[in-house]
């Protein structure tokens, strides 16, 4: 008889502790997928706009400083940059360059400014100074500048900050 009401006992127990296991189980999963937050992605949300501050992350798929001309006896880097559009439909980028020959090296700030427009992913900018226009891509918190001239092609890659 000891041993039925022993093996009941122990019977019990486990079922008891079964169930109070699954709940427990039960309850994480509930609290883990509330956390979640259900079908939202998790981390800061991706900007929908383009408005906001930016610094150069890369220039042709390099960090800073970048050499975007050199040559034997000459250098001319991107030392970094900034880009700032605002919500009124205003730009400002600020660059800095390093120039170096033959026992001189030269830093070169340029600067300007203007209006800029976004359509879809594409973001049009018109200088406020000559009128040139300008587009670059925005994506995932970026904007992308691809330069094309005679001898080269530069991209820049601007971040959020």
Known sequence: MK???????L??????????????????????IAACGGDSPSGPATPKTADGSYNISTVNGKT????????????????SGTLSLTTDGK???VTKFRQT??????IFVDS???TWLSSGA?????????????????????????EVDT???????????
């Open 64 to 79: 800073l400083p970048v050499a975007i001309f050199s040559d034997t006896n000459f250098t001319y880097e991107v030392t």
């Open 122 to 146: 594409k973001v049009m900018f018109t200088n406020a100074q000559d009128a040139s226009v300008d587009s670059a891509t925005f994506a995932n918190g970026q904007l992308t500048f691809t």
């Open 101 to 106: 020959i033959p026992d001189n090296v030269s």
């Open 91 to 93: 730009f400002s980028v």
């Open 11 to 32: 019977s019990r127990w486990t079922t008891e502790r079964t169930r109070s296991l699954a709940l427990v189980v039960g309850f994480a999963v509930v609290a883990t």
């Open 112 to 114: 300007t400014g203007g």
């Open 151 to 161: 001898k080269a092609t530069t991209t820049f890659v601007y971040t959020r900050k």
């Open 3 to 9: 041993e039925i009401n022993h093996h009941q006992l």
